[in-house]
C-alpha cells in the first residue's frame, strides 16, 4: 500500500508559544476535511513543544510533532541542551537530526549525529535524518561522495544491532543540498530523484530490512512543490521558510497531495 507522502513544517527559531497556537488551530482547520491524504509534522522551538501538543491532541490528531535537535546524553552537566527524554514529555515522536544548519553553524559532526541517533533509539523517538552536499561539493561532482559518507557514518553496525533497524520504515531521511537552503535555488526534481533512489539502495544494502521515507528540502514553496511531488521516489517535503504561515503550508500540503 502506498504511503502518503510526508510535509514537514521546520520553524527554525521562529514562531514562539503565542503564535505556535494559532498557527496550529489554523492549520488543524484547514486540515480537518482531508485527515488521511498527506502525513503532517510539525518542528516547532522547544519552548513550543508543550503548547503544541495539547492543541494537537484536542484537534489534529493526524499532526505529528518533532523537536528540532536533541542532545546525545540522557541527563547531565550539557547546560542549555535538552535530551530525548524530556522530549517525549513534551509529546514528540520525531526529531531532526543532522541538519545542515547544525553541522555549519553550531560545528556538529558526523559522531554526534551517531550519538544522537542512538539516543533516538533508546528513548523511542523516530529520526528525521538530514543529509546533504555543499555547492563545492556538487561543483567537484562530490555530491553521492559526501551523501554516502554522512549516512555510512551513522547507520554502524552496533547502533543498527542495538534494534535500531527494527525502525527504519519509519524515519524520514530528508535529502537537502546545502546550496537550496533559504536561496531560492532548487535541483532538478529528475537529480533529487536519482539520488534517492542511491539513499534508498544504500540503506537497503547497510540495513536490510524496510524502506525509510526519502524526503527533499531546500526552497520548497507553492510554485515548486508539485514538479517536486509527482517525481516518483519523492516521498515528501520538509519546509523551512515557507512553512512559516499556515495558510502556504497548507497549500503546499495540498498542491503536493495531490500532485502525488
Ligand atoms: P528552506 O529551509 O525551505 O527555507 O530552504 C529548508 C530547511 O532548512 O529544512
Redesign the pocket.
Known amino acids: 500500500m502506498q504511503r502518503p507522502p510526508c510535509f514537514i513544517a521546520?520553524w527554525?527559531m521562529n514562531l514562539g508559544v503565542a503564535a505556535a497556537k494559532s498557527y496550529l488551530m489554523d492549520l488543524s482547520k484547514r486540515c480537518a476535511d482531508n485527515p488521511d491524504v498527506a502525513k503532517i509534522i510539525i518542528a516547532p522551538p522547544f519552548t513550543a513543544l508543550d503548547a503544541a501538543s495539547s492543541i494537537l491532541k484536542e484537534g489534529q490528531p493526524g499532526i505529528a510533532l518533532a523537536a528540532q535537535n536533541v542532545h546525545f546524553a540522557p541527563s547531565g552537566a550539557y547546560t542549555g541542551e535538552i535530551s530525548s527524554e524530556m522530549l517525549c514529555e513534551t509529546g514528540c515522536t520525531y526529531v531532526i537530526i543532522g541538519?545542515?544548519?547544525r553541522r555549519i553553524l553550531f560545528g556538529e559532526s558526523d559522531e554526534d549525529i551517531h550519538k544522537k541517533l542512538g539516543a533516538l533509539r533508546k528513548a523511542g523517538l523516530l529520526p528525521i535524518l538530514?543529509i546533504g552536499e555543499t555547492r563545492q561539493d556538487r561543483q567537484a561532482g562530490k555530491t553521492w561522495q559526501r551523501l554516502n559518507g554522512q549516512l555510512t557514518a551513522v547507520l554502524t553496525d552496533d547502533l543498527l544491532e542495538s534494534g535500531l533497524a527494527d525502525t527504519v520504515a519509519d524515519w524520514m531521511i530528508?535529502y537537502?543540498p546545502v546550496w537550496?537552503?533559504?536561496?531560492g535555488e532548487t535541483p532538478e526534481p529528475e537529480d533529487v530523484a536519482e539520488v534517492h533512489l542511491q539513499i534508498q539502495a544504500l540503506i537497503a544494502e547497510t540495513v536490510g530490512k524496510g524502506a525509510p521515507r526519502v524526503l527533499y528540502?531546500?526552497?520548497?514553496s507553492e510554485k515548486n512543490i508539485a514538479d517536486f511531488m509527482k517525481t516518483p521516489g519523492i516521498d515528501g517535503v520538509?519546509?523551512?521558510?515557507?512553512?512559516l504561515s499556515p495558510e502556504t503550508f497548507f497549500k503546499i500540503i495540498a498542491q503536493g497531495a495531490k500532485a502525488k
Open positions: 521546520n527554525k541538519h545542515s544548519e538530514c530528508a537537502e537550496a537552503i533559504g536561496t528540502g531546500g526552497s520548497v520538509l519546509v523551512g521558510g515557507a512553512s
